[in-house]
């Protein structure tokens, strides 16, 4: 049942001979779960056409509404859809060009949104709210962008209205790192921690902070952006308009700049694959900056004190090469002698877990019995 | 590094138009490079000509440092170059892994198929790609963006190092756009070279670590992805020249060389 249920939430909507393809379970079996399924209430089944053949599509039941979880980060543009199940019955990856147009993203971002939901079968109508998550510190209290300068042309960019605009639904605004823990507390590493520090490490360095199991937002949304700690007090003059923060050290063009006599001209991702790869250069970078970021993190946990600590973004994918010295450069920073060390895990969900959690906070913040 | 392919000084004439003229370009593993330029600027002959359609008159492409005469679309594949051409023509009547081995079907014995084979195959193929597709749906029915996920899996049936795409987004929804442009990091990740002929700027942006501009047959500049803007790239496709400031009241001061010999 785990198979189908899989499946459908990867692929979407699918027929039940598709099923038993994809699953490599016999076409009788599939019809048996399929209909087990249906009178549980977890699938629903219609008629369809494939091949000139009558068939049965088979898709994720929904409850109530669905939530619309929008990713805009620096360069991708990602969506997830989930119902109140907590189920995923969508999720796209747009790759976007490094510093894209407010103008022609949010215009894709809509129709993203509505083929999505024409793709599983549902109608506009069945939104109950919508969650934007951007790759900025958002000011949580007034829905807008909450420091200047750190996506410049989308400083004076009203994401909600233009939203709301076009859906007759509430529509949100918050911090992709986030979202990313809202996902961790209840698909990811965070479930059974009430406090815990998620750290999205990758273009930039954001971080959340779940305690007493509900996400702290402080009193404007600012709460853990530890991306602008100082790091190094007569370091590079931040795009926040501070000196030396974690971000200036722990970027993109940082990192792969003190590669490109040697390596020529790589991105990010070239960066992460060549460190997995074993290429000494690359590692030394990797592992460089999982020490610059765990002298913060170490920090932050002497106030905060988690249970956990997760690890998400794009350099948490470089596995060991960036996990170990990072958990090396926190644990000499913490207690030594504590009786419970905290855990240190990367995240499960890495790849998805904006968009997806942007999708469950707009559910939680969605008006009941709507 | 030796470059996967280099394309050398190549000229290529159909009866009196200068369809390309002293084309040089590179490409190195991991790399994505895109064409980009108005109609008629020589986009499509380019990726033909490296894909074996067409035989330059001048020039010389070089795969892996050796040269090549790619005769033909088999000696091209036989280098590991395969192209995917805008217009692809499908066997609506069968299923996705009999279109993905057309031609090259895996036989068993000297006059049967091996039917099993070819979907196993073509399966995996379509998981590399994290495509949702069946091997066992039929291309009947199939959207757009679905027949292109087919065209792409049957340009990987033999493991290419070098990609040629001809408007691979063009006419795509969002979700099959988005679907496309990851197939294309992810044959980046795996270490391909891509040439991707594409009008979409953003979806170029996006993808592409090198912009090629062509016009009339020539590329008339080669920008790094990061260093470069739309508007100059926009200018560069219209034949824009760039006015600079100091020269506006000066009419004593030439325009500077780098221009002349990106426009003429």
Redesign the interface.
């Known amino acids: 049942m785990a198979l189908l249920f899989d499946a459908i939430t990867?692929?979407?909507a699918?027929t039940q001979?598709?099923l038993a393809?994809?699953t490599g379970l016999s076409s009788s079996t599939v019809s048996i779960l399929v209909r087990r399924l249906v009178e549980e209430g977890t699938f629903t089944t219609t008629d369809t056409i494939?091949?000139?053949r009558r068939a049965t599509l088979v898709s994720i039941a929904r409850k109530v509404g669905i939530g619309v979880g929008l990713y805009i980060g620096r360069?991708q543009?990602s969506i997830c859809v989930t119902d109140f199940s907590q189920t995923t019955l969508a999720y796209?990856?747009?790759?976007?060009?490094?510093g894209?147009?407010p103008d022609?993203t949010l215009i894709?971002a809509l129709?993203?949104i509505h083929?999505?939901i024409e793709?599983i079968g549902a109608s506009v109508e069945e939104i109950s709210a919508i969650m934007v998550a951007m790759a900025t510190p958002i000011d949580w209290k007034h829905q807008q962008i909450g420091v200047r300068g750190i996506l410049p042309d989308w400083d004076d960019v009203d994401v909600v209205a233009h939203f709301a605009q076009s859906f007759h639904c509430p529509v949100f605004v918050d911090n992709d790192a986030n979202c990313a823990a809202v996902a961790e507390s209840k698909r990811g590493a965070g479930v059974d921690y009430p406090n815990f520090l998620y750290v999205q490490a990758g273009d930039g360095v954001g971080s959340a902070m779940f305690i007493n199991g509900a996400l702290y937002r402080g009193s404007m949304g600012l709460a853990g952006e530890i991306g602008h700690v100082q790091v190094d007090p007569f370091g590079d003059i931040c795009v926040c308009g501070n000196r030396g923060c974690l971000d200036t050290v722990v970027n993109e063009q940082r990192l792969v700049s003190v590669l490109s006599i040697t390596h020529g001209?790589l991105?990010l991702?070239?960066l992460i694959?060549r460190a997995s790869d074993g290429d000494a250069g690359c590692r030394r970078v990797v592992s460089d900056a999982a020490v610059r970021v765990g002298t913060v993190i170490a920090q932050t946990c002497i106030s905060m004190d988690p249970g956990c600590i997760i690890i998400g973004g794009a350099l948490c994918e470089a596995g060991d090469v960036f996990m170990e010295p990072l958990r090396q450069s926190i644990a000499r920073l913490l207690f030594p002698d504590a009786v419970e060390p905290i855990l240190i895990i990367s995240s499960p969900i890495s790849s998805t877990s904006v968009a997806l959690g942007a999708a469950l906070s707009a559910l939680e913040l969605a008006p009941t019995g709507n | 590094m030796t470059a996967l392919l280099e394309v050398q000084h190549l000229g290529l004439s159909f009866d009196y138009v200068d369809t390309l003229h002293d084309v040089s370009l590179t490409m190195h593993d991991?790399e994505v490079v895109a064409i980009v330029g108005d109609n008629g600027a020589g986009k499509s002959t380019l990726l033909k000509t490296i894909a074996g359609v067409h035989m330059p008159d001048t020039g010389r492409i070089l795969v892996r440092g050796e040269e090549t005469h790619i005769s033909s679309i088999k000696v091209a594949n036989a280098l590991g170059i395969t192209a995917i051409f805008q217009d692809v023509s499908f066997c609506m009547n069968l299923d996705i892994a009999a279109n993905i081995f057309l031609g090259q079907e895996i036989a068993s014995g000297i006059t049967t198929r091996d039917d099993t084979a070819m979907h196993l195959k073509a399966r995996k193929i379509l998981s590399t790609l994290t495509s949702?597709l069946?091997?066992?749906?039929?291309m009947?029915?199939l959207s757009h963006g679905e027949m292109q996920t087919v065209a792409i899996a049957r340009a990987m049936l033999n493991d290419p190092e070098i990609v040629l795409m001809d408007e691979p987004t063009a006419s795509l929804?969002?979700?099959q756009?988005?679907?496309v442009?990851?197939y294309i990091?992810e044959l980046r990740?795996q270490g391909k070279a891509i040439l991707l002929v594409c009008h979409n700027l953003?979806d170029?942006?996006?993808?592409a670590?090198r912009i090629a501009i062509m016009r009339h047959g020539k590329i008339v500049a080669i920008h790094?992805?990061?260093e470069t803007t739309?508007e100059q790239v926009i200018a560069e496709i219209a034949g824009a020249r760039h006015v600079n400031e100091e020269f506006v009241n000066n009419d004593t001061v030439p325009v500077p060389h780098k221009l002349i010999d990106r426009y003429n």
């Open positions: 990867k692929y979407g699918m001979v598709e393809e994809n494939r091949s000139g360069s543009l796209h990856d747009h790759p976007l060009p490094f894209h147009k022609s894709q129709r993203l083929e999505t793709n001209s991105t991702d070239d694959r | 991991h949702p069946s091997a066992f749906r039929s009947d029915g929804s969002v979700i756009t988005a679907q442009l990851s990091k990740s953003p170029v942006f996006a993808v670590d790094q992805t990061h739309y």
